[in-house]
T-cell receptor, first 113, second 111 residues
Framework: EAGVAQSPRYKIIEKRQSVAFWCNPI?????LYWYQQILGQGPKLLIQ????????DSQLPKDRFSAERLKGVDSTLKIQPAKLEDSAVYLC???????????FGPGTRLTVT | GESVGLHLPTLSVQEGDNSIINCAYS??????FIWYKQESGKGPQFIID?????DKRQGQRVTVLLNKTVKHLSLQIAATQPGDSAVYFC??????????FGSGTQLTVLP
């Protein structure tokens, strides 16, 4: 089966600009996660969706980050405006209904200058 | 919140030797643990998991050991191969809540 797809793979922007990332989970996976992975650290959960509803967004900086999964399939994560400290890899993962095994996409490497 | 940490940031082993990667966790309520492998430019890949009602679980060339008394988790890789070179993360969760990842150990396999 096809894995989790993410685009773009790389993005360079200046601070205060906006950026959006896209994720297409594994077909049929109800749960979708967005993680932020700063260089040298483990991934940190930003938001978790169950179908098109938000399950956990407690660690999402809501003043600048937003995410949506309108039809319960694809998802977008947006940062507006970006800060230097947002430079990181943004990983999307998905899991099947009732499963704890998460499948990760390749990530989007964001550099904010 | 509580976090999961790793003892060593880097580990170098000779090809063919066994590798042991350690992880300390602080949340005594954690009931599920996972080891992930992350190669450069890729997302984390599931290796093996273990629930808190077990103390050992084996997979193909990998074994995870869980010591709840000292809150310690380890990943053993038998006959380490060059393709095993990567960063390894342990992650923990409780009651199916969000995963908390450690900071990772870079494993380098020497020829």
């Amino acid at each position: 089966e096809a894995g989790v797809a993410q685009s773009p793979r790389y993005k360079i922007i200046e601070k205060r600009q906006s950026v959006a990332f896209w994720c297409n989970p594994i077909s049929g996976h109800a749960t979708l996660y967005w993680y932020q992975q700063i260089l040298g650290q483990g991934p940190k959960l930003l938001i978790q969706f169950q179908n098109n509803g938000v399950v956990d967004d407690s660690q999402l900086p809501k003043d600048r980050f937003s995410a949506e999964r309108l039809k319960g399939v694809d998802s977008t994560l947006k940062i507006q405006p970006a800060k230097l400290e947002d430079s990181a890899v943004y990983l999307c993962a998905s899991a099947g209904q009732g499963s704890t095994e998460q499948y990760f996409g390749p990530g989007t490497r964001l550099t904010v200058t | 919140g509580e976090s999961v940490g790793l003892h060593l940031p880097t580990l170098s082993v000779q090809e063919g030797d066994n590798s042991i990667i350690n992880c300390a966790y602080s949340n005594s309520a954690s009931d599920y643990f996972i080891w992930y492998k992350q190669e450069s430019g890729k997302g984390p890949q599931f290796i093996i998991d273990i629930r808190s009602n077990m103390d050992k679980r084996q997979g193909q060339r990998v074994t995870v050991l869980l010591n709840k008394t000292v809150k310690h988790l380890s990943l053993q890789i038998a006959a380490t191969q060059p393709g095993d070179s990567a960063v390894y993360f342990c992650a923990e969760t409780y009651s199916a809540r969000q995963l908390t990842f450690g900071s990772g150990t870079q494993l380098t396999v020497l020829p």
